[in-house]
Structures are given as C-alpha cells and as structure tokens.
C-alpha cells in the first residue's frame, strides 16, 4: 500500500486559511524587496573615493586630442564636441560614460573641488544651465572642447571665466 504523508488537521486547516490572494501582497513586496537595489540610479559610494588608473588614462588620452576641431555631436578624433571628448577618452581607457553632458553629471560620482584627481570631470553652467565639461588634468588644468570654430585645448581655471561658471566635478570608475 501506498504511504501518504498527511499534515495534522490544525496544519492543513491553517494553510487552506492562507489563501492565494492572501498571499500575494506578501510576495509582491517579497519581489520588491529583492528588486528595487537594482533600480538605484546614482552611485554607491562615498564622494572622494579614490580613482582608479582609468580615469588618469582617460585624461592623458583626452591630451592626446588636443588640435582636433570642435563638432557638433561629434565623438571621434575627426571632430568632438565637450562630451564627445568624455566619451571617447573614457570609452578607449575601457570605461563606459553616459554621451551628453547633462547624462555624465547625473551618474558620475560627486567629488568635492578640493578633492580633484587626473581624469574627474568638471561640469560649466554656461548660457543658464549646465552644458559644459572637461577633463581635469591636474594643478587646475583641464582639456576640453570649446565650441564651434576652436580646437580641443587645455585652460586652467585660474581663468576667471571658467572658474566662475563651474558648477562641480565627478568621477566614473
């Protein structure tokens, strides 16, 4: 004869009380707790961790462009624009950033300006809102693509007008 295995009479009049739909509220919330961590948009860590070599390499392929013209959505060495610049040199030191200036801001890493390593990103509020970047270099140095008609260059902010339009800086890992 088969064997069957029975739950005791209060069990089972327990688990037919749990109903399905009782249950759900429970596992939806279950689902959401595991879930949700994922779905963060901003970083984790701390302001001022340290960087890694990629964003130094970053910068010191960033240098390499200077001379290449300004362009408009451009992200290659025949034409960039200020967040092309990020994103090739972050892209070909084997970090993925966002492409648009606005993008790069929201997920980089906030780092205070006493804190600035080679490869930070430092964000300009030019025309009303923040539509600038640059790669920082070092001792107040940084390269950037200007806008149309110029060239990569390198300024510093000693210069007033980039120093009184720069809003932050952030870092990508």
């Known amino acids: 004869m ?5 739950l005791p009479v209060s069990a ?4 037919r009380t749990l109903a399905i ?7 939806l919330a279950a689902t959401l707790l595991l879930l949700l961590p994922a779905c963060a948009t901003g970083p984790a860590q701390r302001e001022g961790a340290p960087a890694t070599a990629g964003p130094s390499v970053a910068a010191a392929i960033a240098r390499t462009l200077v001379g290449v013209p300004y362009r408009y959505g451009g992200a290659s060495p025949r034409g960039m624009d200020c967040s092309g610049l990020v994103h090739y040199s972050y892209r070909q030191a084997g970090i993925r950033v ?13 780092v205070s300006l006493d804190r600035l390593q080679a ?5 300009f509020r030019l025309g009303g809102r923040v539509s600038h970047v640059g790669i920082y270099l070092g001792r107040r140095r940084f ?3 200007p806008r149309t008609g110029r ?4 300024a510093t902010l000693e210069n007033t ?13």
């Open 2 to 6: 088969e064997e069957r295995c029975r």
């Open 119 to 123: 490869g930070d990103l430092l964000f």
């Open 98 to 110: 966002p492409r648009t200036v606005a993008d790069q801001r929201r997920h980089s890493f906030p």
């Open 21 to 27: 739909r009782e249950l759900r509220p429970w596992i």
């Open 161 to 173: 007008f980039w120093r009184r339009r720069l809003v932050g800086a952030g870092r990508f890992y």
């Open 151 to 154: 060239r990569v260059s390198i």
């Open 143 to 145: 390269v950037h693509a």
């Open 12 to 15: 089972g009049a327990i688990i």
